[in-house]
């Protein structure tokens, strides 16, 4: 509706009516809806006089009836007929589950990334959602933080393309309206929730302004200069302020500074939580503060609706509110809802999910985010080898992670084996699941029938090692699956220690014995610390939560149908002690670059500076070499060209990275940045011309009060393919 009547509309609403409209609960609350529960669970206390229908939106009911339903009792209840928003964790797919967010990252294919997105906005619009809780873009350097796994990484240029690709595939080009097919993304968690102290999960996050406006708030900035219609806050401490009650942050920073316009939800209570936190005295002050900081929805708490009617008899508090309604009615119209308030519910049901398209999109994404971190040449496989495929993931559907579950489905997961029958002689093949992927099912109550149904009955472990060791006796080749299981990631994951478990540490030293090539398959949601076992491997293939088509995507890699390209957006430790440990670091005043032996050196006594892996990593089954040609700066771009040259006889695709290397600067720089990526593709022995425009503005520097600082002088690019370097200069 136009904006005279949305207005008018406004004007007519109670103030118990703008109230309710302020009010966020989960799906589980309204009714007896199967819903994740995605944070502690408590009696809310909501006034007795709160209609739960009318509050402005439900979160996490995924099923389209239910929401038909619910929206149909909302529609009921409302005087004025105003729908509920539905919102959902919809976090890297909706039925189509693409690898999660750390791996896609890794591919460095942001057009892809989009068509993904694209795929997940219109699955969730055909069963009635409205608002995603994604693209999650917090900056990310500490692996003991179990939600790297959401996260775009550790670099500030990949987060931004990320954060960007996501945005515009579920949004879609918005003129007055989100249309069709598309939904509202709402990034999160405003800001810089992924650098907890300690790694542990919800702790304080303190670090210089400079960093803030260089780095973590980067992502943002970009995803708000993409339109994102919504932010959320974050759980932690922010500089002494809980990022959910901070005015800085969300009226300074988020509104005044980048110019968001769109609405501000709460995490899950986090309003509340600003008692504990020591920052409201009662529930009335995390009331005001909540307010004052411009948060619009009070997720999961009966803070507003218990606070407000009192507060607000005072004209200040009665202007905050208004501004948050209006921000929740604005959405709700640019949505169509108020035309249609049951979009996409209509057409439900079509088909539409799931489809072979968006098989293939999320397969030709499996293929290009899972990293080839070592290949002494026993990949690609080969039919004529007999393969002993090793460990639980080789026949199994729980690899699409921690958040699909939400609205995914495990079963419609394709297990590697599957895969792996499709491209080779199955009487070449031999699975043995080698250790249980879980001691128990307990920790999963009322899904633990479902679970245990999806990922077979626990069997004795010695029983499990004996057969995993004379099915690799018979075979030219091992394939041993290991890693994480879907629930040591996400939220409420923190781990101090990355090793890997007792018994598959001891699977892998008894399948050595054996003296066959072993390559292995790492499912993980973070980077873990392999120091002591990496030299097991002849290979090594990172698969991340590869989601649905996991198991038709690693198999066309391990079987050479695919080529690898993907390179690592975030660095593998040696071990904790280095943690954070990140390629974008600064020099220091006594850099590790001269004698190893001198006492007085930015260095560990008792570990390497190096990581197991760095940034960037990944290997191709073809080999490709890079050259600058010129670079040249106009008034807002540098026009970079280069060649990039096949040096085999395999076709493929390399991501290329261009890094700025460390200049002067009044705010010391990383010794390295990423601020630029391509792919290239080339067919057996060929070369081709290539082109990158890096703006200017990409470049701008600030210091810690947020203003920029020269950059004029002179610059030195690296081009990096596979690893080989290649610099150029320019002056600005
Ligand atoms: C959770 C998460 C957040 C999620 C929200 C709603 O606690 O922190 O990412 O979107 O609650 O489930």
Redesign the pocket.
């Known amino acids: 509706m136009d904006k005279k009547r949305l207005k008018n509309l406004f004007q007519q609403l109670t103030v118990d009516e703008k109230i309710a409209q302020t009010v966020q609960l989960?799906g589980s609350l309204v009714a007896e809806y199967d819903v994740m529960n995605?944070?502690p669970m408590e009696n809310l206390g909501l006034p007795e006089d709160l209609n739960i229908y009318e509050v402005g939106s439900i979160?996490?009911v995924n099923d389209f009836q239910k929401l038909k339903e619910l929206q149909e009792k909302a529609l009921e209840s409302s005087r004025l007929k105003i729908p509920m928003l539905f919102m959902s964790?919809v976090i890297y797919g909706f039925r189509t589950i693409f690898p999660m967010p750390l791996a896609q990252a890794g591919s460095f294919d942001f057009d892809l990334i989009k068509e993904a997105a694209e795929v997940t906005a219109k699955e969730s619009y055909l069963n009635g959602l409205h608002v995603l809780?994604s693209p999650?873009i917090d900056l990310v350097r500490d692996p003991r933080w179990g939600r790297v796994m959401e996260s775009p990484g550790e670099d500030v240029y990949t987060a931004k393309r990320f954060a960007k690709s996501v945005i515009d595939g579920y949004q879609g080009e918005i003129s007055e309206t989100i249309d069709e097919d598309h939904v509202a993304a709402c990034i999160?968690?405003f800001a810089a929730y992924g650098a907890p102290e300690g790694g542990r999960e919800y702790n304080t996050v303190d670090m210089s302004n400079q960093r803030l406006f260089n780095e973590y708030l980067q992502p943002y900035q970009a995803a708000i200069e993409a339109n994102t219609r919504l932010v959320?806050t974050a759980?932690n401490v922010l500089n002494g302020e809980p990022a959910s009650g901070s005015k800085w942050l969300n009226r300074d920073i988020l509104r005044k500074r980048y110019g968001f316009d769109g609405v501000l939800v709460s995490?899950?209570a986090a309003i509340k939580e600003l008692i504990p936190h020591g920052y409201a005295k009662d529930t009335r002050d995390a009331a005001v503060k909540g307010l004052e900081a411009g948060v619009d929805f009070d997720?999961m708490t009966a803070i507003y609706a218990k606070e407000l009617p009192e507060l607000v008899k005072e004209q200040h508090f009665m202007e905050l509110l208004d501004e948050a309604v209006w921000r929740i009615l604005e959405l709700k119209n640019q949505l169509g809802l108020f035309e249609n308030p049951f979009r996409g519910l209509d057409q439900a049901n079509t088909g539409e999910i799931l489809t072979e398209k968006s098989k293939e999109i999320a397969t030709a994404l499996v293929e290009k985010s899972c990293v080839l971190l070592k290949n002494q040449g026993a990949l690609p496989l080969k039919k004529d080898q007999k393969i002993a495929v090793v460990g639980p993931y080789g026949n199994s559907h729980l690899t699409i992670g921690f958040w699909a579950s939400v609205s995914g489905n495990p079963k419609d997961a394709v297990p590697l084996k599957e895969g792996l029958l499709a491209e080779l002689p199955e009487e070449k093949l031999c699975f043995a699941r080698g250790y249980n992927m879980f001691d128990s099912y307990d920790a999963f109550g009322p899904l633990k029938a479902g679970i245990e149904l999806l990922n077979g009955p626990i069997e004795a472990e010695e029983k499990l090692l004996t057969e995993a060791k004379e099915a690799a006796e018979e075979a030219d080749v091992i394939v041993f699956t290991f890693g994480e299981q879907f629930l040591e990631s996400g939220?409420g994951a923190s781990k101090a220690h990355l090793g890997l478990p007792e018994k598959q540490i001891r699977l892998l030293d008894e399948l050595k014995t054996c003296g066959k090539p072993i390559v292995g398959v790492l499912y993980t949601g973070r980077p873990l610390i392999l120091t002591d076992i990496e030299d097991h491997f002849d290979s090594l293939l990172l698969a991340w939560y590869p989601g649905t088509m996991g198991g038709k995507g690693i198999a066309n890699l391990l079987t050479g149908k695919a080529n690898p390209s993907a390179r690592l957006a975030m660095t593998f430790p040696r071990s904790e002690g280095q943690i954070p440990i990140y390629h974008a670091q600064l020099s220091t005043g006594r850099p590790l670059t001269s004698d190893h032996s001198d006492r007085f050196i930015s260095k560990y006594r008792d570990e390497s500076n190096e990581p197991l892996f760095t940034f960037g990593s990944g290997l191709s089954y073809a080999d490709f070499e890079g050259t600058w040609q010129t670079a040249k700066a106009e008034k807002e771009a540098i026009t970079f060209d280069f060649k990039v040259k096949n040096l085999t006889e395999i076709a493929g695709e390399t991501v290329v990275h261009i890094y700025l290397k460390q200049r002067p600067a009044s705010i010391v720089r990383p010794v390295r940045s990423l601020v630029a990526s391509q792919i290239v593709s080339l067919g057996e022995h060929e070369e081709k011309e290539c082109r990158v425009q890096l703006m200017i503005k990409e470049l701008q520097v600030y210091d810690n009060y947020g203003n920029t600082i020269d950059s004029s002088g002179e610059y030195q690019f690296e081009l990096d393919v596979l690893g080989k370097k290649e610099i150029i200069s320019i002056t600005l």
Do not use: A, L, V
């Open positions: 989960n995605t944070g979160y996490n964790d809780f999650m999160k968690h959320m759980f995490d899950h997720m939220e």
